[in-house]
């Protein structure tokens, strides 16, 4: 989830970039960490160069809000901090102290109080230096103590590709967080000047850590509303993990803009006018997309960089509600605006607390522009977040109450959950920023993950509803339970207490709740009620999938059995039933024996091949899967026969090297009726509902999946399966219809195989 954004396989986009840099774009445009273009209009965001940074410039940023005590207590900690460090060195030869010090600056930059700068500058005092807890709360207090114990303990878990690591360190995360968000704020800062400063490690390294920054950190940022931390981790995720993308597309963003400025800064004076004409106090200032956003766009809808709709903007902050809905009309009364480009988040909040009103118009020469209506306080919300709470010094505020709240809802979820992997699964559906809107009949906003389902809503709406859902409307008509919802939705549903959660709810449920609570009643069930769940379902998809299992041998009930590791048909019911294997994985496993069953000739082995002019019987290679379309070579050993090998494959490769008197050249006879295993592998979003959808694009293009590898690493999900096909043709029909999934961020063939 890379998450949903960074993702390998996109040198299609680079290759976009690069060809309108070659169009007309100097090689000397300023690269990100180098001077920015001075302008009138702040257009772009960009990171910022990570300086060294003084004792000085710490306490001359906290003097602006500080009291003089407080000063003191923030020097004491940086000479403790500096001794602790003493002789400590950072990969770019600088004393180590330079890295604490920066720390607490960028807290000092939000304004954090007395205890989180100490945090900052101590904060990696237990973790790498012989100092105790015990030591630090007597002399800072108990407080501060606290804020370094719970970033250390995040950081003596390092996340690894390892699924049950990543999500007892997840836990320790936000058991610290629940005691005190400004854990969280430290690590942000923290991981803020570390990406800054990461230029100096091995590529591996800052893909790695980019990912994990991803994964975790900045939907963190986004959930406790700090936005310009948000957009800068972003960018420097990116830039650190295509640094060569980043670059291309940063040099052909300062091109588009030299070349839109007349037309940008017409419509910033035209604003200005406006406003004055309406009577409405209020500032404009000019924003553009950043980089990551406009890579994400341009990955997501395939588009070139020119494609990529309202990459400039403007903000326009006014003083009164009341004023963004005049300042809304005196725009659509200026500029011609787009239909369906327009979002009312002042009526309708997002779940972090922002608000604003987003409108896209068509301004001069036909640029669109994107306009986002704020007054001061939203503005402030908007940018600071969390970070509103010490700006105010400490008053009560709607998005201190929202975060508490979402605390809350990660703790309930860790309690509902069975283990720390299905934890870490569930919460990743509820973590990342991307949200709809939903309404109850009787008004009430729901906000819900993307791709949400009526499940999710009605357990939402309270556990009991979502345990004994029996129907739902969606606008007014019925519709079946597993529709996505759209923003704007009003959503009834229905009850009974004769309806139940079922298994397959699992492969469309989309938030980190409904997940629990499914799962949570499906591990309540005795086996007796296990088993009879299990097989209504599994009957009731044979059916729609037109197969009988009356039809399916005792000899393949016994193989798919072996597989599940369960001695009997009720165990492997039980086991559906539950939720702990899939119903879809055991009916295609079933479907696909008793085809080979049935047409037994149809198998890869004992094919024909073209050796020399000559047909000859031939098996296929595991090594390297090669399908009747592939250029093919055969290798002969004696006393077992012809192998054929893609002629691309590595071991053939090595082979004719080695060994050339075995190896010849061959060709496929006539298109013949055998079929071909094939592995695939699938980078997903959301690994549970593609089992289901992986399994109907399969299925819709003829073929079918005879083998599926579920990965351990939930984090950064693929899917493995092993797909039946006649040639290479269909192959490529079964690859492009996974590729159309909207879960499916990647699609790969392998010539490997680990079935």
Not at 145 to 168: P, R, W, Y
Not at 606 to 615: A, L, Q, S, Y
């Amino acid at each position: 989830m890379v998450p949903k954004y960074l993702q390998t396989g996109s040198t299609d986009i680079l290759a976009s970039i690069r060809q309108s840099v070659l169009r007309g774009e100097s090689n000397s445009s300023p690269s990100p960490a180098h001077k920015e273009e001075q302008t009138e209009l702040p257009l772009v965001t960009t990171t910022k160069k990570a300086g060294i940074a003084t004792a000085a410039s710490l306490i001359e940023l906290c003097s602006k809000y500080m009291s003089p005590s407080d000063l003191e207590k923030i020097k004491e900690a940086y000479r403790y901090a500096d001794d602790a460090h003493l002789g400590q060195f950072r990969k770019s030869g600088e004393p180590y102290i330079t890295h604490p010090i920066s720390v607490a600056c960028i807290l000092a930059e939000w304004h954090l109080d007395c205890a989180a700068i100490q945090a900052g500058l101590m904060h990696d005092v237990l973790e790498d230096t012989g100092h105790s807890k015990n030591e630090m709360a007597k002399k800072f207090g108990t407080v501060t103590a606290e804020i370094v114990d719970g970033v250390s303990k995040l950081d003596k878990l390092k996340f690894s590709s390892n699924e049950i690591a990543q999500a007892e360190s997840f836990k320790k995360m936000l058991l610290a967080m629940s005691k005190d968000v400004r854990v969280i704020l430290v690590k942000l800062a923290d991981r803020l000047h570390n990406l800054r400063t990461l230029g100096v490690m091995r590529p591996e390294k800052r893909r790695r850590i980019a990912k994990e920054t991803l994964d975790i950190y900045v939907p963190m940022a986004h959930h406790l509303g700090i936005n310009h931390a948000f957009r800068e981790l972003q960018e420097l995720c990116l830039q650190n993990y295509y640094p060569r993308r980043y670059e291309v597309l940063y040099k052909e963003l300062i091109a588009a803009r030299k070349n839109r400025r007349p037309a940008l800064e017409e419509i910033l004076n035209d604003t200005k006018r406006m406003l004055e004409r309406a009577n409405i106090k209020g500032r404009v200032l000019g924003r553009e997309k950043t980089c990551y956003g406009i890579y994400n766009q341009m990955r997501i809808k395939k588009l070139s960089f020119s494609e990529v709709f309202d990459i400039y903007g403007f903000r326009v902050i006014v003083s009164t509600r009341e004023d963004c809905y005049r300042t809304l009309g005196a725009l659509h009364m200026m500029y011609k605006p787009v239909q369906s480009r327009f979002k009312d988040f002042i009526a309708i909040p997002k779940s972090n607390g922002y608000q604003g009103l987003h409108t896209t118009v068509i301004g001069p020469q036909g640029t669109p522009v994107e306009f986002q209506i704020r007054t001061e306080k939203m503005n402030d919300i908007a940018e600071q977040g969390i970070l509103t709470h010490w700006l105010n010094r400490g008053s009560e505020s709607d998005i201190q109450t929202l975060t508490h709240a979402w605390l809350q809802s990660l703790l309930d979820l860790q309690q509902k959950s069975s283990d720390t992997s299905e934890f870490y699964e569930n919460i990743k559906a509820d973590l990342f920023p991307d949200r709809i809107y939903v309404f109850t009949p009787k008004g009430k906003i729901i906000s819900l993950p993307q791709d949400c389902t009526p499940i999710d809503f009605a357990y939402q709406i309270h556990s009991d509803v979502g345990s004994h859902v029996r129907e739902c409307r969606i606008n007014g008509q019925v519709r079946d339970i597993d529709t996505k919802l759209s923003n704007g939705d009003m959503v009834e549903i229905a009850t009974s207490s004769l309806s139940h959660p079922d298994p397959r709810w699992l492969g469309f449920v989309r938030s980190g709740k409904a997940r629990a609570e499914v799962r949570q009643y499906l591990r309540s069930l005795d086996f007796d009620s296990a088993v009879k769940i299990g097989r209504k379902v599994l009957e009731e998809e044979a059916e729609a999938a037109h197969f009988s299992l009356d039809s399916v041998s005792d000899e393949i009930w016994n193989t798919v059995m072996k597989e599940h590791d369960v001695d009997s048909r009720a165990s492997l019911y039980s086991l559906v039933g539950s939720g702990k294997a899939s119903f879809v994985v055991v009916l295609h496993r079933l479907q696909a024996l008793s085809d080979e069953e049935r047409e037994p000739d149809k198998t890869e082995d004992g094919i024909e091949v073209m050796v020399n002019g000559k047909r000859q019987s031939a098996q296929i290679a595991r090594c390297c899967h090669p399908v009747w379309g592939d250029d093919i070579c055969a290798f002969e050993r004696a006393g077992h026969g012809i192998t054929v090998h893609r002629a691309t494959c590595i071991h053939a490769q090595q082979g004719r090297n080695n060994n050339a008197e075995r190896w010849e050249e061959a060709s496929w006879t006539e298109a013949t009726n055998h079929h071909f295993t094939v592995p695939i592998d699938i980078k997903v979003n959301d690994i549970r509902p593609a089992i289901l959808q992986a399994t109907q694009a399969v299925a819709q293009e003829g073929s079918s999946i005879v083998g599926m590898n579920i990965p351990d690493d939930l984090n950064d999900p693929e899917l493995q399966l092993l797909v039946q096909v006649d040639n290479r043709i269909q192959l490529m029909r079964v690859m492009r219809s996974l590729r159309q999934v909207s879960n499916v961020k990647d699609v790969k063939r392998r010539f490997e195989s680990s079935f």
